[in-house]
């Protein structure tokens, strides 16, 4: 009689595993971690000229002082931006170099600079040295001259684009390589709870809050030692005055007006004001970045 009880009681036992496995297997795990969720569609920050910005809210900061400044600052990604002053630009600044790291990139960093006397780097050694190219810092890279240029003043030049994406962030960098300047196009997705700020914006959907005064004061101004991507603070005149466009002569002013609305018909406001402020210091040529902004 002891053995079917003893047959009966195995059962029992491994029945009650069974039914405990199918339970935790079906019970949702809290170990699992949430990707960010989109609270909009991608969308684009765009920088060229001496430096312009359209950011992620459609504001048009300008940024004419050099040294080293945010691009986007988030948890995951960090884009920092060099303006230096080249000749083209008769002294006023333009991008430089651009280095991209974060977590995002998994300790790497990527950085770019111009045709002429800059270079391409992943984790400061020399990269993607012939063109086209295509390799991994981090994420894919490619180099190529695929794209639609950001500043209609450079579309008739030969175009050399490094292109950077990231995908589960919904990311993509593209940066235009020219002589002594560099331009750019990052296209991002904002996520519930994340926070984004930067040359290219704080990414709230409000644009009245992405002038150049707040965002220098929401980020300080330039970025501090500690906090630097490059591997050091660019050396630049101290306390250069800024330009303004007060300083324009007022027939240059006058005739910087005409030149700027021929090129970009409707124009005002800040738009117009960039505008004239670059062909007063830069030249005529530059008017042609008033279309790129109308068209923003």
Not at 103 to 108: E, I, K, T, V, W
């Amino acid at each position: 009689n002891r053995m079917p009880m003893f047959i009966a009681c195995g059962v029992l036992v491994i029945l009650i595993v069974v039914v405990a496995l199918v339970v935790c297997f079906m019970c949702p795990t809290t170990t699992t971690s949430k990707k960010p969720i989109p609270i909009s569609g991608p969308k684009d920050c765009t920088i060229w000229g001496d430096p312009h910005v359209m950011t992620f809210d459609g504001a048009y900061p300008n940024f004419y002082g050099q040294g080293e400044y945010w691009i986007v600052k988030t948890k995951e990604v960090s884009i920092q931006g060099r303006y230096l002053a080249t000749p083209s630009t008769n002294g006023l600044a333009a991008t430089h170099q651009i280095v991209i790291g974060g977590s995002f990139m998994l300790g790497n960093k990527l950085q770019v600079g111009p045709m002429e006397n800059g270079q391409i780097t992943c984790n400061d050694q020399p990269f993607l040295v012939s063109f086209p190219g295509q390799g991994m810092c981090g994420a894919e890279v490619y180099y190529n001259n695929m794209g639609i240029v950001v500043d209609n003043a450079m579309s008739k030049l030969d175009k050399h684009i490094v292109h950077m994406s990231d995908h589960t962030l919904g990311s993509h960098v593209e940066i235009f390589r020219w002589a002594n300047h560099i331009n750019a196009r990052i296209t991002m997705t904002p996520r519930e709870g994340e926070t984004v700020d930067g040359s290219c914006g704080n990414f709230n959907q409000n644009p009245s809050d992405d002038t150049t005064e707040a965002i220098l004061a929401r980020m300080g101004g330039k970025i501090p030692l500690e906090q630097l991507l490059f591997n050091h603070v660019a050396e630049v005149p101290a306390d250069v005055p800024q330009k303004t466009i007060a300083e324009c002569e007022q027939s240059k002013r006058l005739s910087a007006v005409t030149t700027c609305k021929a090129s970009a018909p409707g124009i005002t406001g800040v738009l117009l004001d960039s505008c004239i402020f670059d062909v007063c210091f830069a030249g005529d040529q530059y008017a042609a970045q008033g279309g790129l902004m109308m068209k923003g």
